[in-house]
């Protein structure tokens, strides 16, 4: 059966509204995907589409594999020459820490190897890509390229990157087409069509994509081999990456090496020995000169502290067969590693999963098509060739498939916006943190760096009316939906406020390159304290819109930090609260917008309850019944030191306004405030009061800051 093929064009990368457009591209095939069911015919199918001729590069990005590779397989049945080519390009690799370097080093390792098995071989390139890719180009004539279709940001600015610069140089062979591919979980034949809602997603009962094998790939000749070269040492290639990343602050964006739990541990004198932190705060574990390697010589982990699967495509396919046959025991050493590292792992059910092979998914090691064909085979092994209606027999099945399946809703999500450019006034971006699909966006060219924070069961559009107003005032202006909100996945973990500080500390290091301006409504403003407490070099000034978190007075120092657990009555406490915020979700809103109503309308209200119906929400939930505002505010504006405005709507339902603002002086008295005839939201309730609010204090939040600086 013939490849089947959707007629989707890459769309624009979204850059920021004021932006002047990207130059002329070249040539691009449509996306095409595996037609569900037809794998094993996919490649010896196209064969017969076009006669074999021209040379192609594959360029490998995350998905460092062999199998189930839509692209390669194409590639290989379509052309006579098929370049492999990874590069280590600072742009993209700059913000991974040591450990995903690391595992991404074993990765290409792994891909390197494979390919070499087959008489072909992976070429490395550093710098560049446009640069290595043109260098190829010019040597071989090259006549496609094969990319994965991306939906994060920096992965498919620097495609546009790469496009321009080849249509820009002069080719008397014509300039070489892009050939953009998917690898697909279910038979989606229009993106653009696809529901939102996740529960009108599962009525389709879309039929599954079986995983493409792994295509014979012909021979790489002799020029190219000797030009592939040596996989580097990782430690050469970590130098490599620094230095290439040339004038960024290493002090800067070492914070990142340093964990919340970490922070507040050493405050309060929690660290005892045996803990794995050195003096400075700093988690050891996270130091490669420092963890104690593997005892086991066929171990699929790094060393005896990392619990990330490690390793090409064969070392992740036997971890899996390991982690899906946990009831079963084993007296392998390597398995009973990795059943060890199940349980340590397991920090809620189903947990481990994602803790053990998210980097091999965020490498694309192994494909999610290939996981849940694996998981799916295995289930039906232990019964008798049949799936029961019932659930799954083996828990760690029923963990694979409900991750891997959640994991896909989301990157449909993150790649549709994308390509339907669904931003309400301003562009939809994707980030990915941990693995994790994060939305975010940026509008404004110059001024100072604004992050925008929203509250629970908010997400960035929540600021629809604060964003371009303050952009318009000479900001930049960035706005994130947090991980468990939104549009941003929600995975099985425990939510915790050091979680959400953690990745804002991330984006605005990795994202924003620069100290912000913080903005925070409810839960966000009390996230917002605690990266400005925790890390105040990160902002320049706080502002808390009708915030959470309480003032305990006299509080000079940090509670102390225990490992957050989710009670035995924390599923059935968050199912109850679920269906009543469900059912209640108009009339509690309202609640919160009592002067402007108006602006607690059907979009916002119907995009609050789209995503209460989301795969994950329902671990969200079991987090936030068991959810302790442990820090103090005081101690955390304490502890940042800064200047901080508080924004309070005095008619809040859901907070005493007016003894909340006498605890706040009383606790510190450098903190400025602004009362306004507005409810738990008056960013949203009445941003035309807001708006020139945040102008002004953002305008001489800066005016102090070079002051300061200068003094």
Same mark, same amino acid.
């Given at each position: 059966?013939?490849?089947?093929?959707?007629?989707?064009?890459?769309?624009?990368?979204?850059?920021?509204?004021?932006?002047?457009?990207?130059?002329?591209?070249?040539?691009?095939?449509?996306?095409?995907?595996?037609?569900?069911?037809?794998?094993?015919?996919?490649?010896?199918?196209?064969?017969?589409?076009?006669?074999?001729?021209?040379?192609?590069?594959?360029?490998?990005?995350?998905?460092?594999?062999?199998?189930?590779?839509?692209?390669?397989?194409?590639?290989?049945?379509?052309?006579?020459?098929?370049?492999?080519?990874?590069?280590?390009?600072?742009?993209?690799?700059?913000?991974?820490?040591?450990?995903?370097?690391?595992?991404?080093?074993?990765?290409?390792?792994?891909?390197?190897?494979?390919?070499?098995?087959?008489?072909?071989?992976?070429?490395?390139?550093?710098?560049?890509?446009?640069?290595?890719?043109?260098?190829?180009?010019?040597?071989?004539?090259?006549?496609?390229?094969?990319?994965?279709?991306?939906?994060?940001?920096?992965?498919?600015?620097?495609?546009?990157?790469?496009?321009?610069?080849?249509?820009?140089?002069?080719?008397?062979?014509?300039?070489?087409?892009?050939?953009?591919?998917?690898?697909?979980?279910?038979?989606?034949?229009?993106?653009?069509?696809?529901?939102?809602?996740?529960?009108?997603?599962?009525?389709?009962?879309?039929?599954?994509?079986?995983?493409?094998?792994?295509?014979?790939?012909?021979?790489?000749?002799?020029? #190219?081999? +000797?030009? $592939?070269?040596?996989?580097?040492? &990782?430690?050469?290639? *970590?130098?490599?990456?620094?230095?290439?990343? /040339?004038?960024?602050?290493?002090?800067?964006?070492?914070?990142?090496?340093?964990?919340?739990?970490?922070?507040?541990?050493?405050?309060?004198?929690?660290?005892?020995?045996?803990?794995?932190?050195?003096?400075?705060?700093?988690?050891?574990?996270?130091?490669?000169?420092?963890?104690?390697?593997?005892?086991?010589?066929?171990?699929?982990?790094?060393?005896?502290?990392?619990?990330?699967?490690?390793?090409?495509?064969?070392?992740?396919?036997?971890?899996?067969?390991?982690?899906?046959?946990?009831?079963?025991?084993?007296?392998?050493?390597?398995?009973?590693?990795?059943?060890?590292?199940?349980?340590?792992?397991?920090?809620?059910?189903?947990?481990?999963?994602?803790?053990?092979?998210?980097?091999?998914?965020? #490498?694309? +090691?192994? $494909?999610?098509?290939?996981?849940? &064909?694996?998981?799916? *085979?295995?289930?039906?092994?232990?019964?008798? /060739?049949?799936?029961?209606?019932?659930?799954?027999?083996?828990?760690?099945?029923?963990?694979?498939?409900?991750?891997?399946?959640?994991?896909?809703?989301?990157?449909?999500?993150?790649?549709?916006?994308?390509?339907?450019?669904?931003?309400?006034?301003?562009?939809?971006?994707?980030?990915?943190?941990?693995?994790?699909?994060?939305?975010?966006?940026?509008?404004?060219?110059?001024?100072?760096?604004?992050?925008?924070?929203?509250?629970?069961?908010?997400?960035?559009?929540?600021?629809?009316?604060?964003?371009?107003?303050?952009?318009?005032?000479?900001?930049?202006?960035?706005?994130?939906?947090?991980?468990?909100?939104?549009?941003?996945?929600?995975?099985?973990?425990?939510?915790?406020?050091?979680?959400?500080?953690?990745?804002?500390?991330?984006?605005?290091?990795?994202?924003?390159?620069?100290?912000?301006?913080?903005?925070?409504?409810?839960? /966000?403003?009390?996230?917002?304290?605690?990266?400005?407490?925790?890390?105040?070099?990160?902002?320049?000034?706080?502002?808390?819109?009708?915030?959470?978190?309480?003032?305990?007075?006299?509080?000079?120092?940090?509670?102390?930090?225990?490992?957050?657990?989710?009670?035995?009555?924390?599923?059935?406490?968050?199912?109850?609260?679920?269906?009543?915020?469900?059912?209640?979700?108009?009339?509690?809103?309202?609640?919160?917008?009592?002067?402007?109503?108006?602006?607690?309308?059907?979009?916002?209200?119907?995009?609050?309850?789209?995503?209460?119906?989301?795969?994950?929400?329902?671990?969200?939930?079991?987090?936030?019944?068991?959810?302790?505002?442990?820090?103090?505010?005081?101690?955390?504006?304490?502890?940042?030191?800064?200047?901080?405005?508080?924004?309070?709507?005095?008619?809040?339902?859901?907070?005493?306004?007016?003894?909340?603002?006498?605890?706040?002086?009383?606790?510190?008295?450098?903190?400025?405030?602004?009362?306004?005839?507005?409810?738990?939201?008056?960013?949203?309730?009445?941003?035309?009061?807001?708006?020139?609010?945040?102008?002004?204090?953002?305008?001489?939040?800066?005016?102090?800051?070079?002051?300061?600086?200068?003094?």
């Amino acid at each position: 059966m013939a490849l089947a093929c959707s007629l989707c064009p890459h769309p624009r990368i979204a850059f920021p509204l004021r932006h002047a457009p990207p130059p002329p591209r070249p040539r691009r095939l449509p996306c095409f995907y595996v037609a569900p069911l037809r794998a094993s015919a996919a490649t010896a199918s196209l064969q017969g589409d076009a006669a074999r001729g021209g040379t192609a590069i594959v360029w490998f990005k995350n998905d460092l594999r062999i199998d189930d590779h839509p692209g390669l397989a194409t590639a290989v049945a379509k052309h006579e020459m098929v370049i492999p080519l990874y590069v280590f390009d600072h742009r993209i690799l700059s913000n991974l820490s040591d450990e995903m370097l690391e595992l991404l080093h074993f990765s290409i390792k792994g891909l390197k190897e494979m390919l070499r098995d087959q008489g072909s071989d992976l070429l490395l390139g550093f710098g560049s890509t446009e640069k290595v890719i043109l260098d190829i180009a010019n040597k071989v004539k090259l006549s496609h390229i094969y990319v994965e279709e991306e939906a994060e940001y920096d992965l498919r600015k620097l495609t546009t990157i790469v496009e321009s610069s080849l249509y820009a140089s002069s080719f008397s062979w014509g300039s070489p087409e892009f050939v953009f591919w998917r690898t697909p979980f279910y038979d989606i034949k229009n993106l653009k069509e696809l529901s939102a809602s996740y529960n009108n997603f599962t009525k389709l009962k879309l039929p599954i994509s079986l995983p493409v094998p792994a295509p014979t790939i012909p021979n790489l000749n002799m020029e #190219f081999k +000797t030009m $592939s070269g040596v996989l580097p040492s &990782f430690g050469d290639a *970590k130098k490599y990456l620094v230095d290439a990343s /040339g004038s960024r602050d290493e002090s800067w964006i070492s914070c990142k090496e340093v964990s919340a739990k970490s922070i507040l541990k050493k405050d309060t004198n929690q660290v005892t020995r045996g803990e794995n932190y050195d003096g400075q705060g700093k988690e050891t574990s996270l130091n490669l000169n420092n963890v104690q390697r593997t005892k086991y010589a066929n171990s699929v982990f790094a060393s005896q502290e990392r619990h990330k699967v490690k390793g090409g495509t064969n070392t992740v396919l036997n971890a899996l067969a390991a982690y899906l046959r946990y009831l079963e025991g084993t007296a392998r050493d390597d398995w009973q590693e990795l059943h060890d590292k199940l349980r340590m792992t397991e920090s809620r059910k189903g947990a481990s999963f994602h803790a053990l092979f998210g980097s091999a998914l965020y #490498f694309g +090691t192994i $494909s999610k098509r290939r996981v849940y &064909f694996e998981a799916i *085979k295995y289930e039906k092994e232990r019964n008798a /060739g049949f799936l029961s209606p019932f659930g799954y027999s083996a828990p760690t099945v029923a963990s694979a498939v409900d991750a891997i399946c959640s994991m896909e809703w989301y990157s449909l999500l993150a790649l549709k916006s994308q390509i339907c450019d669904e931003g309400m006034y301003y562009p939809i971006r994707i980030w990915r943190w941990r693995g994790y699909f994060i939305q975010y966006t940026a509008v404004g060219n110059e001024g100072p760096a604004v992050l925008l924070v929203h509250g629970f069961g908010a997400f960035l559009e929540h600021f629809r009316g604060n964003i371009t107003d303050i952009a318009d005032g000479g900001n930049r202006v960035w706005a994130i939906t947090l991980l468990g909100f939104g549009k941003s996945e929600k995975p099985n973990v425990i939510y915790t406020e050091l979680l959400w500080a953690e990745l804002l500390r991330d984006f605005i290091v990795d994202v924003v390159r620069e100290p912000v301006h913080l903005v925070g409504n409810s839960l /966000g403003g009390y996230v917002d304290a605690i990266v400005a407490g925790l890390w105040p070099s990160l902002v320049k000034s706080l502002v808390l819109i009708n915030t959470a978190g309480l003032i305990v007075p006299n509080s000079s120092s940090a509670p102390m930090v225990d490992e957050r657990k989710i009670s035995g009555l924390a599923w059935l406490q968050a199912q109850l609260l679920l269906l009543y915020l469900r059912l209640r979700a108009g009339k509690i809103i309202e609640k919160c917008y009592p002067i402007n109503a108006k602006r607690a309308d059907n979009w916002l209200i119907d995009e609050i309850l789209r995503a209460s119906f989301d795969p994950g929400v329902a671990v969200v939930m079991e987090s936030i019944v068991n959810f302790e505002l442990s820090l103090p505010l005081n101690y955390l504006l304490n502890s940042f030191g800064g200047e901080v405005l508080i924004v309070q709507g005095m008619k809040d339902p859901l907070i005493k306004s007016e003894a909340f603002l006498s605890m706040v002086r009383e606790q510190r008295s450098k903190v400025a405030v602004s009362e306004l005839d507005a409810g738990h939201c008056p960013h949203d309730e009445v941003p035309e009061k807001v708006n020139p609010i945040l102008r002004e204090w953002i305008t001489r939040a800066e005016r102090s800051t070079r002051t300061l600086e200068v003094a």
